[in-house]
T-cell receptor
Framework: GNSVTQMEGPVTLSEEAFLTINCTYT??????LFWYVQYPGEGLQLLLK?????DKGSNKGFEATYRKETTSFHLEKGSVQVSDSAVYFC???????????FGSGTRLQVQP | NAGVTQTPKFQVLKTGQSMTLQCAQD?????MSWYRQDPGMGLRLIHY???????DQGEVPNGYNVSRSTTEDFPLRLLSAAPSQTSVYFC??????????FGPGTRLTVL
């Protein structure tokens, strides 16, 4: 089955700093890839997605590129805000189960 | 559209009690799934369904049962609750089996 490795948190940054959260995965074939975000006390929201190799997903200033050769989908943002403080999950699609395989999540804390 | 709804939001059980976590979606999605979220472990798949009448086990199915009698509903049953089932439970649905839409979650504590 699929597996996901995310960098451990918490990641603590100052406002306007550059963010990278690494994600690598193993999967059968070339599944769609997702980043979900969970704000404190809330459920999961889709942040961005990419459906094929070299696709770049983007939303709210966040970006991630589907790298088939390195099986990676790293999340980046050029200038983080306090409101970006949340837990971020990388998740490739499990095409057999029509579900997702999640990484352990990376907690981001942005200080003013 | 209400999207994916879950009830209850919070529940406290004693060891050995049974209960059903409700999940419903109004988007006519064929695919539905249940996950549990534990600290430091992300979300793990409990059971999933690819359509009404069809369910199967995920990564961590022990202690849980599901059924899917309608497209809209996908309840999760705990037959005899154990402290190890203390967790936050999320239900999700999907139109195409890729992008998942999540409910708000149920926080369950088993004493």
């Amino acid at each position: 089955g699929n597996s996901v490795t995310q960098m451990e948190g918490p990641v603590t940054l100052s406002e306007e700093a550059f963010l990278t959260i690494n994600c690598t995965y193993t999967a059968t074939g070339y599944p769609s890839l997702f980043w979900y975000v969970q704000y404190p006390g809330e459920g999961l929201q889709l942040l961005l997605k990419a459906t094929k190799a070299d696709d770049k997903g983007s939303n709210k200033g966040f970006e991630a590129t589907y790298r088939k050769e390195t099986t990676s989908f790293h999340l980046e943002k050029g200038s983080v805000q306090v409101s970006d403080s949340a837990v971020y999950f990388c998740a490739p699609a499990d095409t057999g189960r029509r579900a997702l395989t999640f990484g352990s999540g990376t907690r981001l804390q942005v200080q003013p | 559209n209400a999207g994916v709804t879950q009830t209850p939001k919070f529940q406290v059980l004693k060891t050995g009690q049974s209960m059903t976590l409700q999940c419903a979606q109004d988007m006519n999605h064929e695919y539905m799934s249940w996950y549990r979220q534990d600290p430091g472990m992300g979300l793990r798949l409990i059971h999933y369904s690819v359509g009404a009448g069809i369910t199967d086990q995920g990564e961590v199915p022990n202690g849980y049962n599901v059924s899917r009698s309608t497209t809209e509903d996908f309840p999760l049953r705990l037959l005899s609750a154990a402290p190890s089932q203390t967790s936050v439970y999320f239900c999700a649905s999907s139109l195409d089996g890729d992008e998942q839409f999540f409910g708000p979650g149920t926080r369950l504590t088993v004493l």
